[in-house]
């Protein structure tokens, strides 16, 4: 991470709801959601799915076990969250992990509450969340507001259409713009207003995309979208690059092949995320 001006993002997880390993996901993915940026010499984290493990160990093979970054949470729904006990780097107490969370104001939690009281709490989980709470600083904040960070990037938020609700990001740096679209269902007759506004104009729009439009309507309400909605999204906010994201663990890589076909038929730079691939901005 050494250009100030190189932006990239890497998918750690791409798979929603629940990790799905096994030989029939090992092109797409089976880990869930992680994004992670560098942009110049800072590292931004968005979700703590189980992909972020993967991500750990990364760090504490290559850079040691001291980490220093910003973690944003779409939602804390478990897919978002379940592989944070296992985010090795928030085990060294100077480690410094800034994690922030936009949807839990309203209905009165906080981030902290939820990760020590819900996820790693007896008897769920043996570890408690005091062995990694000296690396964190928990920040809830009223999705919607415009973070500035160290290093030059800006990350916008707006609030998307999700059970419990869930904040989607606009990562901008060095001229060039990446909007996190997940997890949020569209509106029937209608495009989400707040989601083109974190797209319009975008480099890359990662896009929650977990069933096709034939079989939304068994899902209704459940809070994701589709590949169809995603490319009018794309339409709508002139994105250059769409990834369509949180892949339903019923699709294997089959199945996902042939979402790529039909989603690349209707609109060429529109494509399935794949775990592991990182994009040059
Ligand atoms: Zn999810
Ligand atoms: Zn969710």
Redo the contacts with the bound molecule.
Sequence with gaps: MSDSKEFTLKFWGTR??IPCPGPSTVKYGGN??CFEFTCGGKRIIIDA?TGIRLLGKKIMLEEGNLLDADLFF??T?M??IQGLPFFAPLYNPNSNVRMNAGHLVEDNYDLQGIIGTMLMKDPVFPVPSALIEKACEFNDYDCGKVFELDGGSVIKTAPLN?PNG?CGYRIEFAGKVVAIC??TEHFEGRIDDNVVELAKDADVMVY?A?YTDDEYPNFKGW??STWQEAIKVAEAANVSQTFLF?HDPSHDDDRMDEIAKAAAEVRSSVRPAVEGEVIKL
């Design positions: 929603g709801s869930t959601t799915g779409t939602h729904h897919d978002h999700h869930a997940t997890d929650d977990a809070g994701h949180h």
